[in-house]
């Protein structure tokens, strides 16, 4: 009997020390401009912890705003940072803390200034952008990384993802982890390489420093599974972006929801995000409506039952029910440009 107890000891001792060495291996962001972030939950959004120890807001703020983006006039762009600038002032005020660019949405000046307009630290807001795969590459990434910190006027990032798997999209991660090692970003990301299982794997399995956060296309009506399971295996956070299904009627008219909503006096938006919190994932609805806003972040005074979640979870159509699934292999040249 002794000797089965000291083994099982013996045994627990490996095991809770291998624990630790693979929490060692995790390399947390280097020292820089970064370390003044002073990130805390605001108005109930739970912070969630990413694998290298850094923290980010459930809920967030997406600023892509499609119908103006299609407008590559002066003008359109004038418009488009100034209908940025006025949702992330209004979002910040009513207590986000997460904010969703890119360069892909022309919008990072905007972005940046109504950081600055609305009186909130910089310090206390989780910021992500996105690189365009026309600045990947060892030497072109570094860069842009620098021309986007110029736009934004700031001087880190709380997280920058790759856009899309194309392009040179290792030399550009490997500028990322120079960024991460020199403080100037606190936590790395891949968005859309769900798409492309070879660009998924180069940077998840091939890289120094892996992924924090998988941003990927979520909501009931397609729940990702596969692609959920896949970054639980890496310990790797997923968020969602078009959380709300692209403004779907048949999503936000749909029964179940709208009996759900009403049994709680809420709305379908409220419920379905309701259900992204406590599915575990972030998302980052976007609107530039202040009160739509308002009502996207009141979802943490209230919670969905077992029996809800579990309805809930019943609308999933897979991949069908996506509406984002391009082929990258075919894509060409289609992201090899980006005007400023």
């Known amino acids: 009997m002794k000797k089965l107890f000291s083994f099982l000891l013996i045994l627990a001792l490996l095991l809770s020390a291998s624990s630790f060495a693979f929490a060692d291996d995790i390399e947390a962001p280097g020292s820089g401009p970064a370390d003044r972030s002073a990130i805390v939950s605001v108005e109930g ?3 969630i912890p990413l ?12 600023t892509q705003i499609q119908s103006l983006e299609r407008d590559a006039s002066e003008t359109g762009r004038a418009l488009l940072n100034s209908t940025s600038h006025d949702a992330v002032v209004a979002a910040l005020q009513a207590g986000y803390r997460h904010l969703d660019t890119a360069h892909g949405y022309f ?21 992500t952008s996105k690189l365009w795969p026309s600045e990947y590459g060892e030497g072109v990434t570094m860069e842009a990384i620098d021309a986007m910190l110029d736009r934004l006027q700031l001087d880190y990032l ?49 890289m120094e420093i892996k992924p924090q956060i998988l941003q990927i296309e979520g909501h009931p009506f397609a729940q990702r599974h596969e692609t959920r399971d ?14 709300l299904g692209h403004a779907d009627d048949r999503l936000l008219n749909n029964e179940v929801l709208s009996a759900i909503a009403e049994a709680h006096d809420k709305s379908v938006v409220q419920i379905i995000l309701r259900w992204h919190m406590q599915e575990g994932l972030c998302a980052v609805p976007g609107s530039t409506n202040p009160d739509h806003i308002a009502e996207n972040i009141s979802i943490f005074d209230f919670e969905l039952s077992d029996a809800e979640m579990e309805q809930i979870r019943a609308l999933d ?15 060409g040249g289609f992201f090899t440009t980006l005007n400023e």
């Not at 290298?52 to 967030?60: D, E, H, I, M, R």
């Not at 999209?169 to 390489?193: C, T």
């Not at 956070?237 to 959380?243: A, G, I, K, N, R």
Request: hydrophobic share 40%; with cysteine.
């Open 230 to 243: 896949l970054a639980a295996r890496y310990d790797i956070q997923v968020e969602c972006w078009y959380p």
């Open 158 to 206: 709380d997280c920058i993802y790759l856009h899309h798997p194309a392009g040179d999209y290792v030399g550009a991660w490997k500028d990322l982890e120079k960024a991460y090692r020199q403080g100037k970003v606190r936590a790395l990301g891949i968005s859309n390489f769900d798409n492309w299982p070879e660009a998924f794997s180069a940077i998840v399995d091939g």
């Open 45 to 47: 959004v739970p912070l």
């Open 51 to 62: 694998n290298n120890g850094v923290a980010v807001p459930q809920l967030g703020l997406g």
């Open 317 to 331: 159509g897979g991949e069908a029910g996506r509406y984002f699934n391009i082929n990258y292999e075919q894509m």
């Open 107 to 127: 919008n990072e000046t905007g972005v940046g200034q109504g950081i600055i307009d609305s009186g909130i630290p910089r310090e206390e807001i989780w910021v």
